[in-house]
């Protein structure tokens, strides 16, 4: 029984990790895992989505004893360091600096199209 109650503990830290991190907070754990996409490396996805199954696989009696408690460990304690480093602050900071960095290209590139229109017009 502490098998079932130990791998639900990690999966609802892992679930207000990925919320508190990464904004996701509806829906079970593997498909918070498959909404992070490229923001999680696929290893720590794979991992997630392991802990999601055997949460499931635990609360069949016949399929507990198949369930590998050292390997979902390695898999808890890799997306625990992951997630522990994703400062949400600086993704936000970054996500804006990106579009602001993307937006003024755009507008550069735009005016020296219109000045080369302009030169090739005959009005500079």
């Given amino acids: 029984m502490t098998e079932i109650s ?3 503990g990690k999966a609802v830290r892992l679930e207000e990790m990925l919320a508190e991190k990464l904004g996701l907070s509806s829906g079970a754990l593997h498909l918070r895992a498959k909404k992070a996409g490229r923001r999680l490396p696929a290893s720590i996805r794979a991992g997630i989505t392991r802990i999601a199954a ?4 635990a609360r069949h009696p016949k399929l507990v004893a198949r369930i590998d408690l ?3 460990e390695k898999d808890y304690r890799a997306a ?3 997630l522990a480093a ?4 600086d993704r936000r900071k970054g996500f804006w600096l ?3 960095g993307g937006l003024v290209f755009n507008l550069l590139a735009f ?3 219109l ?3 302009l030169k090739f017009r005959g009005f500079f």
């Fill in 6 to 8: 130990e791998i639900d």
């Fill in 54 to 57: 055997a949460q499931e696989m």
């Fill in 70 to 72: 050292t390997g979902l």
């Fill in 80 to 82: 625990m360091t992951f």
């Fill in 86 to 89: 994703i400062d949400p602050v």
């Fill in 98 to 100: 990106g579009l602001a």
């Fill in 111 to 113: 005016v020296a199209v």
């Fill in 115 to 117: 000045i080369a229109f």
